[in-house]
T-cell receptor
Framework: IAGITQAPTSQILAAGRRMTLRCTQDMRHNAMYWYRQDLGLGLRLIHYSNTAGTTGKGEVPDGYSVSRANTDDFPLTLASAVPSQTSVYFC?????????????FGPGTRLTVT | GNSVTQMEGPVTLSEEAFLTINCTYTATGYPSLFWYVQYPGEGLQLLLKATKADDKGSNKGFEATYRKETTSFHLEKGSVQVSDSAVYFCALRPSGGSYIPTFGRGTSLIVHP
């Protein structure tokens, strides 16, 4: 089934640990995004990539890093987790960066940092 | 910068009631406008979109019209069902620059039988 997969589904992580959230899409979309969703704050963009080999910072990039080695994968790394990074993380993609393109979202990863 | 403002929830309705969720935006140029829906425990999915002024997007009985003069994109449905209970997000995507989407904070809809 075409779409976006994220792993893990959920994770409890000790503060200070390193963690990589995985995101893979099979739609050959050029653009990919990472968001965090917190109650009352909606979706906030962490990092994005307009095409393989390029990345950019979103609204809340501190404490997170990304890479885009190929079209399909866009992992998000927390170098040293802190409790404020407890959130639900969504990966998304779109066919391109044109303003008319909608985004396709993965099912999310629920992360708890203790 | 760009921004999207949508009415705060939760919106609580009885089945078969009429639904309106207000959305207004601030952006330069002519952005595309979107409504996404998020069912419990899932990611967002596109509900409808409109890419130019006066366009009407529609899907599953939901409608929204791109009003440039009032910078609005209000979501409506004539008769809601319990299965419509979800969180609804209004979003815009600029027509230039970085093309980065901007989302509203979401409106929770609860429909009672």
């Amino acid at each position: 089934i075409a779409g976006i997969t994220q792993a893990p589904t959920s994770q409890i992580l000790a503060a200070g640990r390193r963690m990589t959230l995985r995101c893979t899409q099979d739609m050959r979309h050029n653009a990919m995004y990472w968001y965090r969703q917190d109650l009352g704050l909606g979706l906030r963009l962490i990092h994005y990539s307009n095409t393989a080999g390029t990345t950019g910072k979103g609204e809340v990039p501190d404490g997170y890093s990304v890479s885009r080695a190929n079209t399909d994968d866009f992992p998000l790394t927390l170098a040293s987790a802190v409790p404020s990074q407890t959130s639900v993380y969504f990966c998304a993609s779109s066919p391109g960066i044109s303003g008319t393109y909608e985004q396709y979202f993965g099912p999310g990863t629920r992360l708890t940092v203790t | 910068g760009n921004s999207v403002t949508q009415m705060e929830g939760p919106v609580t309705l009885s089945e078969e009631a009429f639904l309106t969720i207000n959305c207004t935006y601030t952006a330069t140029g002519y952005p595309s406008l979107f409504w996404y829906v998020q069912y419990p425990g899932e990611g967002l999915q596109l509900l409808l979109k409109a890419t130019k002024a006066d366009d009407k997007g529609s899907n599953k009985g939901f409608e929204a019209t791109y009003r440039k003069e009032t910078t609005s994109f209000h979501l409506e449905k004539g008769s809601v069902q319990v299965s419509d209970s979800a969180v609804y997000f209004c979003a815009l995507r600029p027509s230039g620059g970085s093309y980065i989407p901007t989302f509203g904070r979401g409106t929770s809809l609860i429909v009672h039988p």
